[in-house]
């Protein structure tokens, strides 16, 4: 079996507040990450790694380096449809070509992180 | 009684350091003003994009991190390379290494054996070739004796090497004509900052070892940016020592072409630096270093020329994780521990590299995972854990997504440091990281810069 992890900030885990997935958010690394594991079958996980850029499956078999554009709409699937089933994913994978298309752009959309790093810049200087 | 029981700096590999580099720019000019043709050097390509530049390969064999190596391998080598894993003189050494052209290359160069080539890089003389024999060869041949197949290396090739690997990739694409010779590196090159400051040939590092008082130092590959399980490793490997825990910890960064999504290497060098800088692990004890090689995945084979590279080194230790230098399913998960444990007889290790005639002087330290445990409370020891259901493995496919969520890693994956490191290189080079634009731009930048040298002869 292989997994595919949707990590949930703030935002995410206010939109589950009440639904039946509230009860399937997983603590990761003690509680510092929090996340909804979906177990997916080998060959579906083969056609996501097929299909989207970059994917992967790591030492842990979890799917990952998928395009944020897949995650952000595997997540709107599972608000909506309340669930982590591969019928998610099913439902993801019928807009595709949409998501690819967002993918293509994620190099020139995906802002760096505003934070502040003069640590480590006044660390390399010293 | 135990008799001695301290360690001391080994030999180089094939008892003397290689050292194929002329400082004095005059007689650098001399060399190339002798030769008789000149090329100048292309990158391996697979769909357009860089996959691997010989001159990675010219540096390190030049300035010894693949001694006794000392150029192009000639057929009869090579053969023996491929089918033992030996030099012609014996020596244990995992990879062939060719300075392969096009056959219209060739016709145009008109060189035969006895000539000197001159070798150009980003336009200026660089190093030459003296040419001892010209001969051709079947990529796909060549490729898939590198690497072994599920039916002659059975205990450790599980499934078909093709095209997904980055590897057999690099030799499948190669030219079909190899000129074989001793190369000699004519205009020193310049490493480019950041790079300049990890730049450790073996001569160097012995020498930094020793003005350190390190005799015992335990060497951790990268091709990552290090998160806490990383740490947790080095810090945990490096009790072996001898009669106390390695007196070093060299880290040392694979620098070469790599895949669109890894991280840029200015990043991996200067984010396991900073593993020092912020005190993790102190700078006395922790070294970053690189060495220039377009990686190929070899798992076993690759742990081969590791060993090699960080005893030439002065390294006594090397740590060996699960999935070594690994890529995709293609070679049994434990394959490099399993050549560093027992020997893989196949690849021509009927004994460890260390146990075998004209092998390594190199102690494996052969680790299993470190993951972190909420019951531990603590990054721990996969072997010593037992909490399932309850311990994370780390991951640094995990920790990209992670990052490319636009979430803050939390300190018990990442050093907030060292993801100032890496926010620092994203800045600069826009994500995903090592993405087209970014491989493209360094194939021509490279990561060296060659002072100018004006030979007439070939303007």
Known sequence: MNYLSVLLDAKRLSDLKGSPLEGKVTDMFGGALKALVMEVPEELAGKIIDNLPGARLDARFFIEEVPIAFKRALFEKIKTMKSIGTEVIDAVFADLPKIKELAAKESESLPVPDIDISEALALQKK | ?459
């Open chain 2, 1 to 459: 009684m135990l008799g001695e029981l301290h360690i001391t700096t080994p030999p180089p590999h094939g008892g003397h350091l290689v050292d194929r580099v002329i400082r004095d720019p005059d007689e650098g000019k001399k060399m190339a003003d002798g030769c008789s043709a000149v090329y100048d050097i292309k990158p391996t390509l697979y769909k357009d994009m860089p996959i691997r530049n010989v001159y990675r390969e010219i540096m390190s064999i030049c300035y010894g991190f693949f001694s006794p190596v000392e150029g192009s391998m000639r057929s009869e080598e090579l053969e023996r390379v491929l089918n033992e894993r030996r030099l012609s003189s014996g020596w244990v050494f995992p990879y062939p290494m060719l300075f392969d052209i096009s056959k219209e290359d060739l016709k145009k160069l008109g060189v035969v054996p006895g000539d000197r080539l001159l070798l150009r890089l980003k336009g200026q003389p660089f190093a030459v070739l003296d040419i001892e024999e010209i001969y051709n060869i079947d990529p796909l041949d060549v490729t898939t004796r590198t690497f072994g197949t599920v039916e002659k290396n059975p205990e450790v090739v599980v499934v078909p090497f093709d095209e997904k690997h980055p590897g057999y990739t690099i030799y499948k694409y190669f030219n079909t004509e190899v000129l074989a010779g001793k190369y000699t590196i004519i205009n020193e090159p310049k490493l480019k900052p950041p790079f300049d400051r990890f730049w450790f040939p073996p001569a160097k590092s012995r020498e930094e070892y020793k003005r350190r008082g390190w005799t015992t130092v335990i060497n951790h590959q990268t091709r990552n940016v290090p998160h806490v399980g990383h740490e947790a490793l080095m810090r945990n490997a490096a009790y072996i020592g001898d009669t106390k825990p390695c007196d070093g910890i060299q880290v040392n960064a694979i620098i070469g072409a790599k895949r669109i999504g890894d991280y840029p290497d200015e990043a991996i060098v200067e984010s396991h630096e900073m593993v020092n800088l912020a005190g993790y692990v102190g700078p006395k004890r922790h070294l970053a270093t690189m060495c220039l090689w377009d990686m190929r995945y070899g798992n076993p084979i690759e742990s081969l020329l590791h060993g090699i590279i960080r005893q030439n080194m002065g390294c006594t230790h090397h740590m060996f994780g699960r999935d070594h230098a690994a890529l995709g399913p293609y070679y049994d998960m434990y394959a490099a521990q399993t050549l560093w444990e027992k020997g893989i007889p196949s690849f021509g290790f009927p004994k460890p590299p260390y146990a075998v005639e004209k092998g390594l002087y190199m102690r494996p330290q052969n680790m299993a995972e470190f993951w972190y445990c909420p019951h531990c409370a603590e990054v721990t020891y996969s072997e010593s854990c037992t909490h399932k259901g309850e311990f994370q493995r780390f991951s640094g496919s995990f920790i990209r997504s992670l990052l490319a969520e636009g979430i803050f890693p939390p300190s018990v994956i990442m050093r907030r440091e060292v993801y100032q490191i890496v926010v620092k290189w994203w800045k600069q080079f826009g994500y995903p990281f090592n993405n087209k634009k970014y491989l493209t731009e360094r194939e021509k930048e490279l990561e060296v810069d060659l002072p100018k040298m004006e030979v007439p002869k070939f303007k």
